[in-house]
């Protein structure tokens, strides 16, 4: 078994369990609608965070570029996707009865989900390195203006409890991404 097959493996299990708590927190909310109170903003997140999850899976193919893993590059790898399981299970607390819906708890739990999402973008810019120079260059500068926009917004999302702001931030970076996924991947 080679090297990479290992990783994935790992990699694979920490995935799976991402989605499966963005899936459980959707089903709960499908189960039981009126228990707690829903908030489009919250749900948009869940969706973003659930794209964001494909996407990192199909980009990480290219990890089989790297000629020789060490355990420094293996630990990096599972602390990234350790950032989305983090963020992901923060969008989903066990326990809701301290909060008066998912629009209080996402506000009150807003600095943690955008400090591990904005630490999600600085991993991003190791992890394309670690598949090499070339391919780096590759994606050209809007990857890396990207990156820097990408983290400054969750800076000021940190710091924002605006509603309107979270709004449209949840609305670009969705659309953002796809985008982003229907040029870099798509193929017909």
Same mark, same amino acid.
């Given at each position: 078994?080679?090297?990479?097959?290992?990783?994935?493996?790992?990699?694979?299990?920490?995935?799976?369990?991402?989605?499966?708590?963005? +899936?459980?927190? &959707?089903?709960?909310?499908?189960?039981?609608?009126?228990?707690?109170?829903?908030?489009?903003?919250?749900?948009?997140?869940?969706?973003?965070?659930? +794209?964001?999850?494909?996407?990192?899976?199909?980009?990480?193919?290219? +990890?089989?570029?790297?000629?020789?893993?060490?355990?420094?590059?293996? &630990?990096?790898?599972?602390?990234?996707?350790?950032?989305?399981?983090?963020?992901?299970?923060?969008?989903?607390?066990?326990?809701?009865?301290?909060?008066?819906?998912?629009?209080?708890?996402?506000?009150?739990?807003?600095?943690?989900?955008?400090?591990?999402?904005?630490?999600?973008?600085?991993?991003?810019?190791?992890?394309? +390195?670690?598949?090499? %120079?070339?391919?780096?260059?590759?994606?050209?500068?809007?990857?890396?203006?990207?990156?820097?926009?990408?983290?400054?917004?969750?800076?000021?999302?940190?710091?924002?409890?605006?509603?309107?702001?979270?709004?449209?931030? &949840? %609305?670009?970076?969705?659309?953002?991404?796809?985008?982003?996924? %229907?040029?870099?991947?798509?193929?017909?």
């Amino acid at each position: 078994m080679d090297q990479f097959f290992h990783i994935r493996m790992l990699m694979s299990i920490i995935v799976s369990l991402s989605v499966a708590t963005l +899936l459980k927190g &959707v089903a709960k909310l499908i189960e039981h609608p009126t228990r707690v109170r829903l908030y489009w903003v919250h749900l948009a997140w869940v969706f973003f965070m659930f +794209l964001s999850l494909l996407d990192f899976w199909w980009w990480e193919i290219l +990890l089989k570029k790297v000629a020789a893993w060490n355990f420094q590059s293996y &630990v990096f790898i599972i602390c990234f996707i350790i950032i989305y399981y983090i963020s992901c299970s923060l969008l989903f607390p066990d326990d809701m009865k301290e909060y008066n819906g998912y629009k209080d708890y996402f506000y009150s739990r807003r600095k943690w989900f955008f400090s591990f999402l904005g630490i999600s973008f600085f991993f991003d810019v190791i992890d394309t +390195l670690l598949k090499g %120079i070339e391919h780096y260059r590759s994606l050209g500068t809007e990857y890396i203006i990207r990156i820097a926009i990408h983290v400054l917004l969750c800076i000021l999302a940190i710091r924002s409890r605006n509603e309107r702001f979270h709004a449209g931030l &949840v %609305i670009f970076f969705i659309l953002y991404n796809l985008i982003w996924v %229907i040029r870099k991947y798509w193929v017909l």
